[in-house]
């Protein structure tokens, strides 16, 4: 059976602005219920974030710290030289102070990426798995299995036309021996991701997981545990998607939900990093690359930088006219 193709939830990053134009109030006001949820959310953010900016702090931080010492001894209160020795002291034991809070807080970190699930980790090379029809036909016999897998490609064409209460009925009849199979588990979280029921399609997701060892579903188990604000799985699912890289745009859908998770948190300018991280404007674009570009002006819009906001909506537009609302966005921008 050909494995069933969930068309995602939009991502926050997709199209939730902060504006005082009635147009764009009432355009972002026809969102889901998701992104009517995150508009609460703090957004604790800098005007002026961006590459450029980030870069140009770093500088003046390591130019100020270079020329210190010299600064000091120009000055006309220098220091006592038989003081020297004390403040020599007193330094080395605030930088030992620092460098020990600096390692708790590492401390910290880690213990929040450990995942409260107690989950074994995604393996680096998926399991090798035999056909669904067969393995049905193996666990309920020739005959209930064959009546089995032509169910499940009833309910995967049921979800392919969007009908998903139907294609939830016609899984829900299937034995329960059948939730061993891959392609059954795979398809009813996908279904309940597609009805809004995010923990029930994260069990069914993580099962999928477990059994294929496969990153494939990662993007939308990871969306499923962001609409529960459980960002501690969120982050591990984007790390083990990110190191096992099976496909760019599999990665950038991934890496849209890590973005929209930051952004979920208040946290815009780690969200606008995840995006910058690596991008560069591909002569041919994709599907993906427009995703990633959508959401990348997005956040530059509601975080002020206008001019970076146009340049990417106009890009999109050049290349799709049609896609999502970028031609409004552009106008609203001129």
């Not at 450029?52 to 500088?59: D, F, I, S």
């Not at 209460?165 to 034995?175: C, F």
């Not at 674009?285 to 146009?310: C, I, M, N, T, V």
């Amino acid at each position: 059976m050909e494995k069933p193709k969930g068309n995602r939830r939009n991502d926050k990053t997709s199209g939730n602005r902060s504006s005082g134009d009635k147009r764009r109030n009432e355009r972002r006001n026809s969102q889901s219920d998701r992104n009517k949820r995150s508009n609460s959310e703090p957004e604790n953010v800098r005007k002026d974030w961006g590459s450029v900016t980030r870069h140009g702090a770093g500088k003046l931080t390591r130019e100020e710290s270079e020329d210190r010492e010299e600064r000091n001894k120009r000055t006309a209160t220098r220091i006592p030289e038989d003081e020297i020795p004390a403040r020599e002291s007193s330094d080395r034991l605030r930088s030992e102070a620092t460098e020990a809070i600096s390692r708790a807080k590492a401390r910290k970190k880690n213990i929040r990426k450990e995942s409260v699930k107690k989950r074994v980790p995604t393996p680096n090379i998926p399991h090798q798995l035999p056909d669904a029809g067969k393995l049905l036909r193996k666990l309920l016999g020739e005959k209930r299995g064959a009546r089995a897998a032509s169910l499940l490609g009833h309910a995967a064409r049921e979800f392919e036309d969007e009908k998903f209460v139907e294609a939830q009925k016609i899984l829900n009849s299937l034995d329960e021996k059948s939730l061993r199979v891959a392609e059954v588990v795979e398809l009813s979280g996908l279904i309940n991701y597609r009805l809004g029921q995010w923990s029930i399609a994260s069990e069914f997701l993580e099962s999928f997981r477990r059994i294929t060892g496969s990153t494939e579903q990662h993007p939308v188990l990871a969306d499923c545990y962001r609409a529960q604000s459980n960002w501690t799985e969120v982050e591990i699912l984007w790390d083990e998607l990110r190191q096992a890289s099976p496909n760019a745009a599999l990665v950038t859908e991934g890496r849209l939900v890590m973005a929209g998770a930051l952004d979920d948190q208040g946290r815009t300018s780690d969200a606008v990093r995840i995006l910058e991280k690596g991008w560069k404007v591909p002569r041919h674009p994709k599907e993906h690359h427009l995703r990633r570009a959508y959401a990348l002006g997005d956040l530059y819009e509601r975080s002020g930088a206008l001019p970076r906001a146009r340049e990417l909506f106009t890009w999109i537009r050049k290349h799709s006219p049609k896609f999502a609302d970028v031609d409004e966005r552009v106008r609203d921008l001129s």
